[in-house]
């Protein structure tokens, strides 16, 4: 309920269905949900047509699917039947990330793999009625997976002249995970679909590794660039609670692309810029974070204690920001952490510069203190969603910072701290992001 109330909140229109944790969207695709299981999907569809929004539910066939079987084609379609007849409207077939062969039963039938695709789709769209939102994922769904390349892929060729054509193409840009979408970088595939894409972006998805989370904001995407588009649908992180300031800003970026369509924004104030949006989200989830919240929204429980922190207070801004810059983007470091890969760097080259060494050395420790006193404001918190989302990636801050800290203290000849005191109840394991350690510290230049 929380996600359709904030997407209604900030303008967003559309929710695709298709968690890789219900066995029954692609494992077990064949398989009809129970009626414990009907009763939770219909709930969403009528939560989200309940606040404007257009339910999209996807399902993944493509890993074992028999392309020529009659029996798997009509296990298909009682299995869209089915959550068809629970009131959603809009589908999506997804053959992402699989296996390019067919089976010999396939290949007799078909003359490619993406003619099966595609005979499959086609058929099915018919079969649902021809809604008017049906999603087609294709397996080379970004530049780098097209063969030899976008405008000469025998693959995307197919798919462009046999797929009907109110039948919308998933496409994620240039890569898997884009930098920057822009109008001229669409415009080769759309003319090889022969219609206009639909991005699936992956900006902010961080299910292909668990040790990174991105909270920035929306950005490298020209608001101009939903004139090109059916639609775009942001891929999120795992943890709910890290999806607010995605999604604020994807709100923002969408508005603003309305405006320049008027004619709006040229120029002014209305303009999509990535930092205004950036303060505004954290402007708003501030009003959140320090609410006494339960994971799903609930009110939180009263408790005895506030763990080893001792709770000190609220969750200020800046502590905020500073998060959010050590979890910014997966193609770009946030400010903070920025600052502190820049320090560190500096340190472990320019220790005979003494004076000058000893004065960023202790900027250095101050922002180490910061991410150890952001850790405590976490776990002490009143909200305790957002404790239980993002507690993995505060702990590995903090453990990191203690490390870091450490190391600089060696570093410096122990003028600050003692190595053995400061390591003190640290983990034997250290990093964030999966990308650093203590023994990097000593010999490259380190990531965060």
Not at 225 to 250: K, Q, V
Request: charged share 20%; with cysteine; proline share 5%.
């Amino acid at each position: 309920m929380f996600v359709s109330v904030r997407m209604q909140r900030w303008g967003l229109n559309t929710y695709l269905y298709g968690p890789k944790d219900d066995l029954k969207h692609r494992l077990l695709w064949r398989e009809v949900y129970s009626p414990e299981e009907e009763g939770h999907l219909r709930t969403l569809i009528v939560e989200a047509q309940s606040r404007g929004l257009r339910f999209v539910y996807a399902l993944s066939p493509g890993q074992d699917i028999v392309f020529s079987s009659s029996c798997d084609l009509t296990l298909l379609k009682r299995k869209l039947r089915q959550v068809s007849d629970l009131g959603c409207q809009a589908f999506a077939i997804l053959f992402d990330d699989i296996d390019h062969s067919m089976c010999q039963a396939d290949s007799e039938a078909f003359s490619s793999f993406a003619h099966a695709q595609v005979t499959v789709a086609n058929e099915i769209y018919r079969f649902l009625g021809e809604p008017p939102v049906f999603l087609f994922c294709p397996t080379e769904y970004c530049g780098s997976l097209c063969s030899p390349s976008v405008s000469k892929s025998p693959y995307l060729q197919t798919v462009g002249e046999d797929l009907l054509p109110n039948i919308t193409v998933i496409w994620t840009g240039s890569k898997v995970i884009s930098r920057k979408l822009s109008v001229d970088c669409l415009a080769e595939v759309e003319s090889v679909l022969q219609r206009p894409p639909l991005i699936w972006d992956n900006l902010h998805a961080n299910d292909y590794d668990s040790r990174r989370l991105f909270l920035g904001p929306f950005k490298g995407r020209e608001p101009q660039l939903r004139n090109s588009l059916r639609g775009l649908l942001l891929n999120p992180n795992c943890e709910f609670e890290a999806n607010y300031i995605p999604l604020h800003t994807l709100g923002s970026w969408y508005r603003a692309g309305k405006e320049e369509k008027k004619g709006e924004g040229s120029g002014g104030k209305d303009e999509y810029c990535p930092d205004r949006a950036l303060s505004a989200a954290l402007h708003d989830w501030m009003d959140e974070l320090n609410q006494p919240l339960q994971p799903g929204g609930g009110p939180r429980q009263k408790t005895q204690g506030r763990g080893s922190c001792g709770g000190k207070g609220l969750l200020s801004e800046s502590q905020v920001r500073l998060l959010v810059g050590l979890y910014y983007l997966p193609h770009e470091h946030g400010p903070s952490a920025q600052r502190l890969l820049q320090d560190l760097t500096w340190l472990k080259t320019n220790c005979h510069l003494v004076d000058e060494w000893r004065g960023r050395a202790s900027r250095f420790m101050s922002l180490c203190e910061e991410i150890a006193e952001l850790h405590c404001s976490v776990v002490g918190g009143a909200n305790r969603a957002v404790l239980y989302d993002l507690y993995p990636y505060v702990w590995d801050l903090r453990n990191t910072a203690l490390v870091a800290k450490a190391f600089i203290c060696w570093l410096g000849e122990g003028e600050c701290l003692h190595l053995q005191s400061v390591l003190e109840g640290v983990p034997r394991v250290w990093g964030i992001m999966g990308e650093c350690s203590f023994t990097k510290f000593g010999t490259s230049s380190g990531n965060f």
